[in-house]
């Protein structure tokens, strides 16, 4: 689980950069907000990337995903990004968990 969702998060660290530099073109945010948010959000991003497997880390990455979402307010196209990227955290969560049990049974087997 922690590869595929260490992948969606640094993913998600890239657009959040991304749509930091578009959301600078509004004149109604002040270029300190904007990075401060970005930065906050990028931070988070690389953090949980190695609290994913603990206790909390995948509801932090659904707040995440749900700040992401809410970005579109600000940055319109991060609605449908927001989306996409909850939709692969939820791919990378279910599918992550499914191959750790396959891990783990192997494993069983092996000895």
């Known amino acids: ?5 260490a992948s969606t998060l640094i993913g998600e660290f890239m657009l959040v950069g991304f749509a930091g530099l578009v959301a600078m073109k509004d004149p109604d945010l002040s270029m300190t907000t904007v990075w401060t948010v970005c930065g ?5 991003s690389l953090l949980l990337c190695g609290m994913v497997t ?3 880390g995948v ?3 659904w707040v995440l995903q749900a700040g992401l979402i809410a970005s579109g307010f600000f ?3 991060m609605f449908f990004l927001g989306a996409v990227f909850a ?9 992550g968990r499914k191959v750790d049990e396959a ?3 192997f494993a069983a ?3």
């Open 87 to 95: 939709g692969l955290w939820w791919a990378s969560v279910h599918f």
């Open 103 to 105: 891990k783990a049974r």
């Open 40 to 44: 906050v959000a990028m931070l988070l």
């Open 59 to 61: 509801q932090l990455g």
């Open 75 to 77: 940055v319109p196209t």
């Open 1 to 5: 689980m922690r590869t595929l969702c």
């Open 54 to 56: 603990r206790p909390g």
């Open 109 to 111: 087997q092996a000895e």
